[in-house]
Structure formats: C-alpha cells, structure tokens
C-alpha cells in the first residue's frame, strides 16, 4: 500500500514515498519510449500535409503539399477522385495517387492566382478508411523560401545559414526525348535525362583511405567515429546532387536499374537513403546525363518523377509510360 503523509500545517497535500515516486516515473518512461518507437510496416493511414506557400514570378502563387505515410513498407494507391481530390476546383490538381513509406516533403505544387487572397484550398485524403485533410492558405507564416525548404528537408542543421546554403540554387532536371512513352509488358524503357547544378551544397565526401590501410583490401577501413551514426536533433539528410526515379501515378509494378535513391526519409541504417546514417552521393556521369531502365510487369499508364536533388533543393520532371498487354 502507497504510504501516505499529510503536512504538520494540515494542507491536505499529499506524499507519495520516494520508491513509488521512482516507480511511476520508470513506468511512465517506459510508455513513452514504447510509444516514441511504435512503428508499423503496414496498414497504417496516410495523412496530406500542406508544406506552404511560394509566391511566383508572375505575382501568383504555389501551394506545396506533402504527406506522412505512416507505414515503413506498404505503398498506398489512391485513384483520382471522392478519396484523393483538392478543391476548390477539378479533383485532379497534379496530386500523387502512388504513396511512397513514411515522411514525403515538398511533393507537388497547386498554381492559385494573385487574387486568392484568404481563401483556403483542402486535400483531401481517405487511405485505410480513415479520411484526412490539409488545408491550405496564404497566412504569412506559412510561406516558404529556398532556406525554409532546405532547413525542412534536412539539409541544414537546426538554425543554421551560412553564406554557400543561400547562395544555393535548385538543380534542373530535363528529359532527353518525348515525355509520353508507350512499350509492352516486360519491354525495357531507357529513360535519360540531363541535370545541371552549381554544385551547392557540398557533397558529404567518402573517407580516404588511410596509410595503414592494406594494399591487398580494397575497402577503406573508417575511423571509429564514421561508424557512430549521428546524433540529431532535427531530421538529417545528406548533401550531394543525385537524381532517383519513382512511381508517381499508377499501382506499383516497375523495376529500375540500376537500384535508385529513395526520395523519402528512410532514416534506417544501410537504407539507400540521402536520410540514413553514412549514405554517399553516388559519382556524377561526366556528361551529366542520368540513364535509367525500367520495366513493367503489368499493363496501365504511369506516371514517373524524376526528381533531381541536391541535398537541399529539388527540381521534377515526369514522364509518362503507357503499358500495352504482351500481343
């Protein structure tokens, strides 16, 4: 039984003795680390995220939406319609109906004009029979620059600007050939397209190999300390230009090669991930110009996103794949 003590004053403040006060406090942190690391591969929901706003050249403005997948392994796929739609307007404002695992910034953009002023434009998402919204607008602290998406995405550490992260402009991507392709199941589709950066950020580098390193070995021994994961604080994501190629409309059923960067946050271990723990950029082509092959498995019309990245800022292109049956 919880002994009990009550003040000489008569307050009728209580005591809980110091062994069921550390008992508490052990079981409350044990639920919350319980919690903190519940995670699920499948049958979770996923949740639109409104990112912000961009004001356009022109004095219009962007919408930037994302999402929150909260499975680690299952890709969801909503059709355009009463479970995926935006309005005001056509259901079909350019909005993913593959979803990729977990945590997707920056994902696509929804062009409204100068004269939006306070109105509000709303995602709507049912997966797993649970529907969520994300409601967007031109408050002024939701809007966005190049720092903000840098900082959101990883790239910078909590706080931080230096004079080469604002110096920093976005790649450009461009596919080389017709954007509307059509092939046959099984059928190899090479797919090129060309990137051009001005090389900010700096890449995170490979560690040399060092003197003591055995000339019969090929692989570099690392220090101790690049074994060590990072410790953040924020989410953290490597810097270096890459290009990674994925599924952006249609059920899953392509095969790339090679293996491409995963554009969501696999923060795992090994995971070929800018997010993971001691993940490299991959060797730019001379040319500057990105192959890719992909296969289909089953019939459909696809839409895949290439999308070029930095570490801090991105730039698509999307290509579409019509499937025809094998004749």
Same mark, same amino acid.
């Given at each position: 039984?919880?002994?009990?003590?009550?003040?000489?004053?008569?307050?009728?403040?209580?005591?809980?003795?110091?062994?069921?006060?550390?008992?508490?406090?052990?079981?409350?942190?044990?639920?919350?680390?319980?919690?903190?690391?519940?995670?699920?591969?499948?049958?979770?929901?996923?949740?639109?995220?409104?990112?912000?706003?961009?004001?356009?050249?022109?004095?219009?403005?962007?919408?930037?939406?994302?999402?929150?997948?909260?499975?680690?392994?299952?890709?969801?796929?909503?059709?355009?319609?009463?479970?995926?739609?935006?309005?005001?307007?056509?259901?079909?404002?350019?909005?993913?109906?593959?979803?990729?695992?977990?945590?997707?910034?920056?994902?696509?953009?929804?062009?409204?004009?100068?004269?939006?002023?306070?109105?509000?434009?709303?995602?709507?998402?049912?997966?797993?029979?649970?529907?969520?919204?994300?409601?967007?607008?031109?408050?002024?602290?939701?809007?966005?620059?190049?720092?903000?998406?840098?900082?959101?995405?990883?790239?910078?550490?909590?706080?931080?600007?230096?004079?080469?992260?604002?110096?920093?402009?976005?790649?450009?991507?461009?596919?080389?050939?017709?954007?509307?392709?059509?092939?046959?199941?099984?059928?190899?589709?090479?797919?090129?397209?060309?990137?051009?950066?001005?090389?900010?950020?700096?890449?995170? *580098? *490979?560690?040399?190999?060092?003197?003591?390193?055995?000339?019969?070995?090929?692989?570099?021994?690392?220090?101790?300390?690049?074994?060590?994961?990072?410790? *953040?604080?924020?989410?953290?994501?490597?810097?270096?230009?890459?290009?990674?190629?994925?599924?952006?409309?249609?059920?899953?059923?392509?095969?790339?090669?090679?293996?491409?960067?995963?554009?969501?946050?696999?923060? *795992?271990?090994?995971?070929?991930?800018?997010?993971?723990?001691?993940?490299?950029?991959?060797?730019?082509?001379?040319?500057?110009?990105?192959?890719?092959?992909?296969?289909?498995?089953?019939?459909?019309?696809?839409?895949?996103?290439?999308?070029?990245?930095?570490?801090?800022?991105?730039?698509?292109?999307?290509?579409?794949?019509?499937?025809?049956?094998?004749?």
């Amino acid at each position: 039984m919880t002994q009990m003590s009550v003040t000489a004053a008569g307050r009728g403040w209580s005591a809980i003795t110091t062994t069921t006060l550390a008992l508490a406090l052990a079981l409350g942190l044990t639920s919350a680390r319980a919690e903190a690391q519940e995670s699920y591969s499948s049958g979770q929901n996923v949740s639109p995220a409104f990112e912000g706003w961009v004001e356009n050249e022109d004095g219009s403005f962007s919408f930037m939406f994302g999402y929150m997948n909260r499975n680690w392994l299952e890709e969801i796929d909503v059709p355009i319609g009463p479970d995926n739609s935006i309005s005001p307007g056509p259901a079909d404002q350019g909005q993913p109906t593959h979803l990729l695992p977990r945590r997707n910034r920056f994902v696509f953009e929804v062009p409204v004009p100068a004269d939006w002023g306070d109105k509000e434009m709303i995602w709507t998402l049912t997966t797993q029979g649970k529907t969520e919204y994300a409601y967007a607008s031109l408050r002024t602290d939701y809007k966005v620059d190049n720092m903000v998406i840098a900082s959101e995405t990883g790239s910078l550490g909590a706080g931080n600007s230096t004079p080469e992260s604002r110096a920093n402009m976005p790649p450009v991507v461009r596919l080389i050939g017709e954007s509307v392709r059509r092939i046959a199941v099984g059928q190899p589709l090479t797919l090129v397209a060309e990137v051009t950066d001005d090389g900010l950020p700096r890449p995170r *580098r *490979r560690p040399r190999r060092r003197n003591s390193d055995s000339v019969d070995d090929p692989t570099p021994k690392l220090p101790a300390a690049a074994l060590r994961p990072p410790t *953040r604080i924020t989410v953290g994501k490597a810097n270096g230009l890459n290009l990674a190629w994925f599924v952006y409309r249609g059920e899953v059923s392509a095969m790339f090669q090679p293996l491409q960067v995963k554009v969501w946050e696999d923060t *795992r271990a090994a995971a070929n991930s800018p997010w993971a723990p001691l993940w490299y950029p991959p060797e730019l082509p001379e040319d500057g110009l990105w192959e890719v092959e992909v296969t289909f498995d089953r019939p459909g019309t696809y839409v895949l996103r290439a999308r070029a990245d930095d570490g801090g800022l991105y730039h698509d292109v999307d290509v579409t794949v019509i499937v025809a049956p094998i004749s």
